[in-house]
């Protein structure tokens, strides 16, 4: 070994999190125990995967149907569930339309299915709990926020921790018998009698940002593509540092 | 075979252009980056390279912009699965900069690196040899930013992350020094037609 080499930027966002190369490597049979209906078009899958080794909050796993003609298909799903030493995952899945997975979730899975999984996956947009956060999701970009929030009940941790969730109506909420007083859902397209309709905006981030802890917010975005660029750029000009904005795109 | 029951898949198409675990995107180019877009402006861009090269040097859009125009037309593979099929980007080939700052024997592997700094390990010669560009353009329009405007390394035979946006500067080092996702977790490499999506694949 020679030098190393540092590029002379700002390096955006530090990956912080070791990730075990090995867990990643190999595809494990996950058995589908549940089928929980959230919203009209998302439902929440838990299934059992008894080597699991647990994952942070805010990691995916890759999964894999197969056909009996050996044709395939894999996508990557963020994980809903906390970590826990249960052996059990959950994914909230939107029922895509012409999707080709979610489509078989929505339309034929049942209990006692099996698909194969692989994973955690990525280090990067995931937080063990160790940072004030402030997560901002959209529709089924929310689920890996979600993650955070049951981790942070689950282990009763103080460090400061606020949810804004976008959906266009309280019947697509995702997770809203869930939310305590650290979320604020904002609806783009109904709401409730006496809550605002419309999208989100600095005057639901703003007072966030001016009452930021100590050390300030750890920002997690995660949504699709549209909503990530509007919610990323209200934080920078909120004042949220750009290297401290993690950014996942539903593509 | 792991068969999952009930599940038949869309429709078989004879498609020798899709790597393993793809699928075809279609029209759509999903955008996928862990940042936020950042506000470059052309005449703020420049690129450099340096590190084990003779002549290291930093080009400005006009500088860059002088040299012969390259195209790609072909494909390209995002390891989050999506495939899009006959892209067109134009831009100049990476061997056009590099034979200006003449990379040393002993540069074996590059970290390409971008105004934001995020990071992308490669080995060189996946960047030499006709097979890398800058590319500022997209079917003839200027790069959208969110798709790494004003322009991007280009490295369509690897998994699109290698593509590093916001392009600013490639070193060249004698050895491999994993990059933002190489250290997240993916592939030293990421050959799709070899599905090296993780670590250890």
Redesign the interface.
């Known amino acids: ?5 540092t ?7 530090p ?1 912080r999190i070791a ?1 075990s ?2 867990t ?2 190999h ?1 494990q ?1 996950a058995t589908l125990t549940e089928i929980r209906r959230e919203t009209p078009r998302a439902a929440t899958f838990r299934f059992a995967v008894p080597a699991w080794v647990g994952h942070l909050p805010g990691q995916h796993l ?1 999964l ?13 799903y963020s994980i809903a569930s906390a970590p826990d030493d249960s052996g059990h995952v959950e994914l909230t899945l939107d029922h895509a339309e012409d999707g ?1 997975v979610s489509g ?1 979730f929505h339309t ?2 049942r209990p006692g ?4 999984v ?1 994973g955690p ?5 995931a937080w063990p709990g160790d940072r004030a956060a402030l997560l901002i999701g959209a529709g089924s970009g929310v689920v890996p926020l979600m993650s955070m929030v049951r981790h942070h009940r689950a282990r009763g941790l103080s460090v400061p921790l606020r949810l804004l969730v976008s959906a266009r109506s309280p019947e697509e909420l995702i997770y809203a018998r869930e939310y305590g007083a650290e979320t604020t859902p904002v609806f783009t397209r109904a709401a409730p009698p006496g809550v605002p309709v419309g999208r989100m905006t600095a005057a639901h981030l703003d007072p966030l940002l001016e009452a930021a802890p100590a050390g300030g917010w750890e920002a997690y975005v995660c949504g699709s ?1 549209a909503f990530a ?1 509007h919610a ?2 209200l ?2 000009a909120a004042g949220q540092p ?2 401290r ?5 539903f ?1 | ?10 429709p ?1 198409v004879d498609n020798h252009g899709l790597p393993p ?1 793809q ?1 075809d995107a279609g029209d ?1 180019w ?9 506000d470059l402006a052309p005449a703020d861009w420049t690129f450099r390279i340096d ?1 084990l090269v003779e002549a290291p040097r930093t080009w400005d859009w006009a500088q860059a912009h002088a040299l012969p125009a390259s195209a790609y037309e072909g494909d390209i593979h995002c390891v ?3 495939s899009k099929f006959g892209v067109r980007f134009g831009g100049v080939s990476l061997d056009a900069f590099l034979e200006r700052v003449r990379p040393l024997p002993a540069a074996t592997h590059a ?1 390409a ?7 992308a390990s490669l080995p060189l010669a996946d960047l030499t040899g006709g097979r890398a560009w800058i590319a500022w353009e997209y079917d003839g329009r200027p790069l959208p930013a ?1 798709h790494g405007g004003p322009a991007r390394l280009l490295v369509p035979h690897l998994y699109f992350w290698k593509s590093a946006k916001w392009i ?2 490639i ?1 060249l ?3 491999d ?1 994993p990059g ?2 190489e ?3 993916y592939h030293a490499r990421g050959n799709p037609w070899e599905e090296q ?5």
């Open positions: 070994m020679t030098e190393t080499f590029p002379p930027t700002r390096f955006a966002v990956g990730v190369n090995g990643a490597g595809w049979t890759r894999r149907l197969t056909a009996a003609d050996g044709y395939t298909a894999q996508r990557h080709e078989w034929e899975a299915d099996r698909v194969e692989r996956l990525s280090g990067f947009f593509n660029e990323s750029r934080l920078v750009v290297h904005i993690r950014v996942e795109r593509g | 075979m792991n068969v999952t029951r009930g599940f038949t898949g869309r078989r675990g699928y759509d999903p955008v996928l980056s862990a940042e936020v877009t950042p590190g989050t699965s999506w970290v690196y971008s105004h934001t700094g995020y990071t969110e600013a500067g070193h080092l004698d050895h020094e933002f996702w250290r997240n977790g999506r993780y670590s250890g694949d």
